[in-house]
């Protein structure tokens, strides 16, 4: 089964439209990790963001916010006002503290900023 | 400048040869890990190593052997390369438990198997 489901392929947006990158885990343990990171056409892999099971509070990151809701299983992501520069390949992962040493990525949510 | 490196960026082979993807870090992270990304499939963990001479199966291991005599060295070796190996390969590193720390990503390996 898979652990983190990024259901959203692709999504293309206008620019400076707001766009919410959904991501969907499944774990069992109390304690474990939720991260986000960022392709770019580039092809890096930037780190955004962890978050820990305990805190839940949203994280607001200039025109990045994080949505944690451990009723729902989900992380999501949301960027507002997109610029062309957000374009990219964005990952979820998350990693469980009982068995450690492993992440388990979604398969990625490829967005578009339209100019 | 410190980080993690990877070489070569872009590999070309036939099937059956072996070939070795080199991973390189700087901050003596003892985590290091390797993934292949293929459309579809997101990044997947072929192995990773949680010290020198510690390194363990993950998701994908299979036609893959890894070594790691030295921390800051994590070689992924193909004994011998098939077409479905053809992907792109990325070393990573964190500096805490792995299930704490985010992972520093090198700047990836292509490796094409014709």
């Known amino acids: 089964a898979q652990k983190v489901t990024q259901a959203q392929t692709e999504i293309s947006v206008v620019e400076k439209e707001d766009v919410t990158l959904d991501c969907v885990y499944e774990?069992?343990?109390?304690?474990?990790?939720l991260f986000w990171y960022k392709q770019p056409p580039s092809g890096e892999l930037v780190f955004l963001i962890r978050?820990?099971?305990?805190?839940?509070q949203n994280e607001i990151s200039g025109r990045y916010s994080w949505n944690f809701q451990k009723s729902t299983s989900s992380f999501n992501f949301t960027i507002t006002a997109s610029q062309v520069v957000d374009s990219a390949v964005y990952f979820c992962?998350?990693?469980?503290?009982?068995?450690?040493?492993?992440?388990?990525f979604g398969t990625g949510t490829s967005l578009t900023v339209i100019p | 400048d410190a980080g993690i490196t990877q070489s070569p960026r872009y590999k070309i082979t036939e099937t059956g040869r072996q070939v070795t993807l080199m991973c390189h870090q700087t901050?003596?992270?003892?985590?290091m890990f390797w993934y292949r990304q293929d459309l579809g499939h997101g990044l997947r963990l072929i192995y990773y190593s949680a010290a020198a001479d510690i390194t363990d199966k993950g998701e994908v291991p299979d036609g893959y052997v890894v070594s790691r005599s030295k921390t800051e060295n994590f070689p992924l070796t193909l004994e011998s390369a098939t077409r479905s190996q053809t992907s792109v390969y990325f070393c990573?590193?964190?500096?805490?438990?792995?299930?704490?720390?985010?992972?520093?990503f090198g700047e990836g390996s292509r490796l094409t198997v014709l």
């Open positions: 990573a590193s964190s500096e805490f438990l792995a299930n704490t720390g985010e992972l520093f």
């Open positions: 978050r820990n099971s305990f805190d839940e």
């Open positions: 774990t069992r343990d109390t304690t474990y990790y």
């Open positions: 992962a998350l990693s469980e503290a009982r068995i450690g040493n492993q992440f388990y």
């Open positions: 901050w003596s992270h003892s985590y």
